[in-house]
């Protein structure tokens, strides 16, 4: 056991290592000039090139890179004063704030939207998915397939603006999404969070739904569950303990990596909801060519990746004992 | 109609405009307005300069207005400088020379159209020593404070602007800008040749700047009849040197307006709340009608639209730079009446051309053609209409002092076609990639064909637009470029459109390169004839421009529709920065 999770921590190590670089590399494939981006229409190409001295991207790429790597596990001192602690993620090259601040503000709003999210799609993916597979042809499997199709087929940049037509400008329930830290008051924080939930969520529980109904199918048709009934196990025991624990390995893996991808950033959601989340930062850093803000996003949301890759196959071995991690 | 009617009316100035992302810009309320809903704008006015008595404070009222009460701005992205040194964006400019400082001169608009460069800190807009615009003295006016309630002086302002042209050693030994983005021109005056180093490692005060007192004075090595106009940029904003914190004053300056920073975390929130100790008798421009401004950054343009049309509960306090998203643009001119009392619309400063590259296009017949061809009202229609955009035929804008209307190649197929002496022409039309400059290529693609030139549109990446057009061996024929005068002077015009020495990275895109030009712009500029008479010539360069070379087709000036939450008054378009002037707004309930 030990030794498989220092074997895939290496392993990750390499993964974030060759991600950041292939991310660095891309970005200077791009023939697009920060500098000229930050400087504006009305710069002289003086102007310009000393935007880009201060910006330090006249070095060579690999000293840049050797520099933002070395900012992470030492930190950084900068030309003009600033001295950016570890781990430093670089500098903005608009407004010079350091991104690891950027990327601190910007985390409890991305993990919010996600664990929120993620906990009602569970919920209902899960619970809907299983009385829909005991409950095979009746009316509430009819609707939680129905329901699911409609969830999957649904764009989230279509549906997360019609919530907020509907429920904060048209009839005026909720008020307009924002964050507000949970350990400053919990109530607000949900208040502000309803609609990225509902909005994620009630696209995202189809997927579980399905799955959970088709494997729920599948497990019952098993021999051990026709056992369990002739031993004369009441229907709970039957369902609960024997039928969804064998079919929710494959579910766990779907979560864990659903997980790790809203927790990368909702980039769509943030958008719509105007939450300066990671996702939303992402897309913007992209815009305005801010590599530092990009590798940040980039890392963060690979770290999350690698990480829940893990954490699910650990949980493999825990779930299902046919298991044997080597 | 319509649209001729506003371009008589348009008349306003223009402040540091930049990319094409960044054109944000402001608006107008129906104070005054012609019965469409539109801002009566003063015809480009020679009568522009101030006196002193213009200077003295307080502003005039804004009719109606109240104290209290907090306005919040939506925005997508944060104010991009703060730093007096670097700010030359036209929403930071409002934010920081309409908010936290003051500088040497101003624009005071009386809110009935009107505008004129007066003393902001200085007590008049300038005297002319020897009256050949080469010494221009001010007086700092009494009673001036910070935030901290100390006092400010003419050395502040000196030190200001002499820290605008500290240099640093970069890795290579060679001398750069510490704070490259600002406005260069009175550091470029003040020094010709780039040899102060500014007052970390050298004299304190830049060359050329005297000070006895509360007296300022800037000594030039050639008449610069504009000085008024030039210190009216930010980086005239005084400093105290133990209050200059370098990188960190751009996140946090230090106030001399009507509101200091309370808090600020970059491209999440700024809130500005009133400096006690700015005195509204010095004041001839601002007001500070509300307690407290907040401005909340991330959200997209059309979702400021939609939020603000919604004025939902809680909402009523909303205003935003941001012009209304042209995806709801006919939707809300077409209902303007629900929107009554937060509804804006005025035209704004900037000029776009389509440019001809001479470096390609070498025959004046052609390019001559070319304008002919151009079907400018179908431009005006695949940019959105005009509410978006209003048709020029000229160089020099409306908005300008001197403005001269003329069309030089009037939309004529049958000419076009005679001058090419019926031969077909292939152009390369570069447009950037994106969904709208598409369907304008597409357009572009139809008209031109009338008069037999066939255009390739080219797309392009549109965050490396500016580097590829700048570059003289571009492989393109026509290319969209804009502009916005810095100050209403054909000076912040010409020069950096139409001067060779514009060409390599700046913008001069057309790459024109005439030496007799050269010659009659640099005389306009340093010429000692005073602003009157100057302007007027500089309107007439614009017209012997388009007849001699033909170098650019004019296609239109940008036009605005705002709308705000319904408890938000005094919306006034700044005809100084072309933007909602903030100064102005006030809480109707607060």
């Not at chain 1, 001192?77 to 601040?101: F, H, I, K, Q």
């Not at chain 1, 004369?232 to 864990?256: K, N």
């Not at chain 1, 963060?300 to 493999?316: E, K």
């Not at chain 2, 019965?35 to 003295?56: K, Y």
């Amino acid at each position: 056991m030990l030794r498989f999770i220092i074997r895939r921590l290496l392993l990750a190590v390499l993964t974030l290592t060759m991600v950041s670089i292939i991310t660095f590399g891309l970005f200077f494939a791009v023939p697009a000039d920060p500098a000229r981006l930050q400087c504006g229409q009305r710069c002289t190409a003086e102007q310009v090139d000393a935007v880009r001295a201060n910006l330090g991207l006249d070095e060579p790429v690999h000293e840049q890179y050797v520099d933002f790597v070395k900012g992470i596990f030492v930190g950084r001192s900068y030309d003009n004063g600033t001295e950016c602690g570890a781990p430093c993620l670089g500098l903005l090259n608009v407004g010079g704030r350091e991104v690891t601040e950027v990327v601190a503000d910007a985390l409890p709003i991305t993990a919010s939207i996600a664990v929120g999210a993620w906990l009602i799609q569970m919920t209902l993916g899960i619970g809907l998915g299983a009385i829909a597979a005991i409950k095979r042809g009746r009316f509430i499997d009819k609707f939680a397939v129905g329901a699911s199709l409609v969830g999957a087929a649904t764009p989230l940049f279509f549906f997360g603006p019609m919530l907020l037509l509907i429920f904060r400008y048209e009839l005026e329930w909720l008020p307009q999404p924002a964050y507000v830290s949970p350990l400053q008051s919990i109530g607000d924080w949900m208040v502000g969070m309803i609609l990225p939930w509902l909005a994620v969520s009630l696209i995202g529980f189809a997927f579980e739904t399905r799955m959970t109904r088709s494997q729920m199918l599948e497990t019952l048709d098993e021999d051990f569950i026709r056992t369990s009934w002739a031993k004369g196990l009441r229907g709970r025991t039957v369902f609960g303990r024997h039928a969804l624990r064998a079919s929710i390995t494959p579910i766990a893996t779907s979560a864990g990596l659903s997980l790790a991808g809203l927790l990368g950033g909702a980039v769509v959601t943030e958008t719509i909801f105007g939450l300066n989340g990671l996702g939303k930062r992402a897309v913007d850093a992209v815009r305005a060519l801010e590599l530092s803000m990009v590798m940040a996003t980039v890392l963060i949301a690979a770290l999350f990746i690698v990480v829940s890759t893990l954490l699910v196959d650990l949980l493999y071995a825990v779930i299902d004992p046919r298991v044997r991690l080597s | 109609m319509r649209s001729k009617e506003l371009k008589r009316q348009a008349r306003f100035i223009a402040v540091g405009g930049v990319a094409m992302a960044l054109l944000v810009t402001g608006c107008a309320e129906n104070t005054g307005d012609n019965g469409e809903g539109a801002q009566e704008h003063e015809q480009n006015t020679l009568d522009i300069i101030g006196t002193a008595e213009d200077s003295v404070g307080p502003a005039t009222p804004v009719e109606g207005a109240v104290e209290g009460g907090e306005i919040t701005f939506i925005q997508n992205s944060d104010m991009a400088h703060l730093d007096p040194a670097r700010n030359y964006v036209s929403t930071s400019m409002m934010v920081g020379q309409g908010l936290l400082y003051r500088t040497l001169t101003g624009y005071r608009e009386d809110g009935d159209g009107s505008r004129k460069v007066v003393g902001d800190l200085a007590t008049d807009p300038g005297t002319d020593v020897n009256g050949d615009c080469t010494v221009w003295e001010y007086t700092l006016k009494d009673g001036l404070k910070y935030e901290d309630g100390t006092d400010i002086t003419a050395d502040h302002v000196a030190y200001g602007i002499s820290r605008a042209m500290a240099t640093e050693e970069n890795d290579e030994g060679e001398r750069v800008p510490m704070y490259p983005e600002g406005a260069q021109f009175l550091l470029d005056w003040l020094d010709p040749a780039n040899e102060y180093v500014g007052p970390y490692e050298g004299e304190e005060t830049a060359p050329g700047i005297a000070v006895d007192g509360n007296k300022i004075t800037f000594t030039f090595d050639s008449p610069r009849c504009e000085t008024p106009f030039a210190v009216a940029m930010p980086t005239t904003a005084p400093i105290p040197p133990d209050k200059d914190t370098k990188g960190e004053f751009d996140q946090m300056p230090f106030s001399s307006g009507p509101y200091k920073i309370e808090e600020r975390v970059f491209e999440e929130r700024t809130v500005l709340v009133r400096n006690e100790h700015w005195d509204a008798n010095t004041d001839p421009i601002r007001h500070a009608y509300v307690d407290s401004f907040v401005f909340e950054y991330g959200t997209q343009p059309e979702d400021i639209t939609t939020r603000l049309a919604a004025n939902a509960s809680g909402d009523e306090n909303l205003a935003t730079f941001t012009p209304v998203d042209s995806s709801q643009l006919s939707n809300i001119v077409g209902n303007k009446a629900e929107y009554e009392g937060r509804y804006l619309e005025g035209p704004r400063k900037y000029t776009s051309y389509l440019n001809i590259n001479m470096n390609r296009v070498t025959d004046l017949a052609v390019r001559q053609a070319i304008n002919h061809a151009f079907n400018r009202d179908r431009w005006v229609q695949v940019n959105g209409g005009e509410y978006s955009v209003l048709p020029n035929t000229t160089l020099m804008g409306p908005t300008v002092p001197g403005y001269v209307d003329y069309d030089v190649y009037p939309y004529d197929v049958e000419k076009a076609k005679e001058l090419l002496g019926g031969e077909t022409i292939q152009l390369r039309y570069a447009h950037a990639d994106t969904a709208t400059e598409g369907r304008i290529a597409a357009a572009m693609v139809d008209e031109f064909a009338k008069a037999g030139i066939e255009i390739e549109a080219v797309p392009i990446d549109p965050l490396d637009w500016y580097g590829q057009i700048a570059d003289p061996d571009n492989s393109f024929d026509l290319y969209w470029s804009s502009w916005g005068e810095d100050w209403p002077s054909g000076s912040t015009v010409f020069p950096p459109l139409y001067h060779s020495r514009s060409i390599p990275v700046e913008n001069n895109y057309p790459f024109i390169n005439v030496p007799e030009l050269d010659q009659k712009i640099e005389d306009l500029e340093s010429s000692s004839a005073g602003f009157e008479e100057t302007a007027a010539q500089w309107g007439e360069l614009g017209k012997e421009i388009m007849e001699k070379y033909a170098p650019v087709i004019p296609t239109d000036i940008a036009y605005g529709v705002w709308i705000s939450g319904s408890n938000v008054g005094g919306h006034y378009l700044s005809e100084n920065i072309s933007t909602l002037d903030v100064t102005k707004l006030f809480v109707r309930e607060p």
